[in-house]
């Protein structure tokens, strides 16, 4: 499993590098949306990948791991959902009508939203801690617990590695972007709006 873990999560870092140097805005965004469109491949093959082991291993083990596996199902099944919905809007958007200022600002709402996700991961894995340390003192329900928190621990730190990775990978995109285009875009302060301005 941890072998996957890296090999999926290298193929972001494999988008990064390979993605080039754009000059206008458009071709810009479109590189963003590949690139968002490769980490929800990736996180969508995770989720399968959590939902079939999980299937198996809750029906075929006891105690925790029977849990744990458990756990894994129902996680990845949320995991799926988003990523499905998220490739969805990516693959049958149309960036046509849109600005210079809207793309851009589409970007870096999803910088933003990755970097949020991260600070949620690193709750997550807490939380797996301490469903770990309750289970000490449980004893009716200790197997669950204990699984449970094995699994949100393991689900967390690929997500917190996943999104960290793709803010990344999605932020120095921009900034290449920017400091080889003769535009520059300044983000006001409550996120909200993007002002335009022409570099001389």
């Known amino acids: 499993m941890k072998k996957w873990i890296f090999s ?60 744990f596996h458990q756990m894994n199902l129902f996680w990845n099944t949320v995991n799926l959902g988003i990523a499905g919905f998220a490739l969805y809007n990516n693959l049958t958007g149309n960036i046509l009508g849109l600005t210079d200022s809207m793309m851009m600002q589409k970007h870096i709402k999803t910088e933003n939203v990755y970097l ?12 797996g801690f301490l469903l770990k340390y309750l289970s000490t003192n449980n004893t009716k329900r200790k197997d669950m617990l204990f699984g ?20 990344l990978t999605l932020h120095n995109h921009r900034l290449d972007f920017l400091a080889n285009s003769s535009l520059s875009f300044q983000q006001n302060f409550d996120f909200k709006e993007i002002a335009l301005t022409i570099r001389f």
């Open 8 to 67: 999926t999560l290298f193929i972001l870092f494999a988008v990064s590098a390979l993605s080039g140097q754009q000059t206008d805005v458009s071709g810009f965004y479109q590189t963003s949306i590949k690139t968002n469109t490769t980490g929800m491949y990736v996180l969508g093959g995770w989720a399968i990948a959590n939902i079939a082991g999980g299937a198996i291993g809750w029906a075929n083990s006891t105690g925790s791991t029977r849990y």
């Open 116 to 127: 949020i996700n991260a600070g949620l991961d690193v709750i997550y894995v807490g939380t």
């Open 148 to 167: 449970y928190g094995k699994s949100v621990i393991m689900q967390g730190s690929f997500l917190l590695a996943f999104d960290l990775i793709m803010w």
